[in-house]
């Protein structure tokens, strides 16, 4: 059963850069049939999806913060890493791992990690 | 953007009760609509896709409904593993993928 688990420093100071790993357990990151996502929601608000990755490392971001965003997939390792430079308390969210469809008409996410808090403070 | 409007934005129901939930787009999107489940310190869970399928797995008592501007999402008998916070999201137009701000299901 194909499962995803964040991980990373839950405290990043302000004008650093956040990083996170998602592991991919249970499968292959390297199907063509899926994207993998990163989805964030600040406390007390709804959520925004910052951007996906295909296994060929092809990438698209939230146009919002694609100045700030890279997102990679490591085959070797099963995992999907996120960096966000230049932090603000306004990054400071509850982060998501997901997979999503690759096919336009089924891009829905059916797949969610637990999360993993980041706090955004000096 | 598509902006997604969503409401009420809680509701108070009891065991039993027939919900409706309404998801509102800023502009047409067919059924290229998702529903999502998420209960605190849970991953978010797939309800229903494409306005009106089930997920594989989801009790019945589940139901979309809708297409081009409007949506519902329908709980025909509230169960106890229910209350939660839902959330629409849309895959018409991306980047970026968007979601309504959420539904907070509470016991009345």
């Known amino acids: 059963q194909l499962q995803l688990q964040e991980s990373g420093p839950g405290l990043v100071k302000p004008a650093e850069t956040l990083s996170l790993t998602c592991i991919v357990s249970?499968?292959?990151?390297?199907?063509?049939?899926?994207?993998w996502a990163w989805i964030r929601q600040p406390p007390g608000k709804g959520l925004e999806w910052i951007g996906s990755?295909?296994?060929?490392?092809?990438?698209y971001y939230n146009p919002s913060l694609t100045s700030r965003v890279t997102i990679s997939v490591d085959k070797s390792n099963n995992q999907v890493s996120l960096r966000l430079s230049s932090v603000t308390a306004a990054d400071t969210a509850l982060y998501y791992c997901?997979?999503?469809?690759?096919?336009?008409?089924?891009?829905?996410?059916?797949?969610w990690g637990q999360g993993t808090l980041v706090t955004v403070s000096s | 953007d598509i902006q997604m409007t969503q409401f009420p934005s809680s509701l108070s129901a009891s065991v039993g009760d027939r919900v409706s939930i309404t998801c509102r787009t800023s502009?047409?999107?067919?059924?290229?609509l998702n529903w999502y489940q998420h209960k605190p310190g849970k991953a978010p869970k797939l309800l229903i896709y494409?306005?009106?399928s089930l997920q594989s797995g989801v009790p019945s008592r589940f139901s979309g409904s809708g297409s081009g501007t409007d949506f519902t999402l329908t709980i025909s008998s509230l169960q106890l593993e229910d209350f939660a916070t839902y959330y629409c999201?849309?895959?018409?137009?991306?980047?970026?993928?968007?979601f309504g701000q959420g539904t907070k299901l509470e016991i009345k």
């Open positions: 999201q849309q895959s018409y137009s991306v980047p970026p993928y968007t």
């Open positions: 502009q047409s999107i067919s059924n290229f």
């Open positions: 249970g499968g292959s990151i390297s199907s063509s049939n899926y994207y």
């Open positions: 997901a997979r999503h469809t690759a096919t336009v008409t089924t891009r829905w996410f059916d797949l």
């Open positions: 494409a306005a009106s």
């Open positions: 990755v295909y296994y060929n490392g092809n990438t």
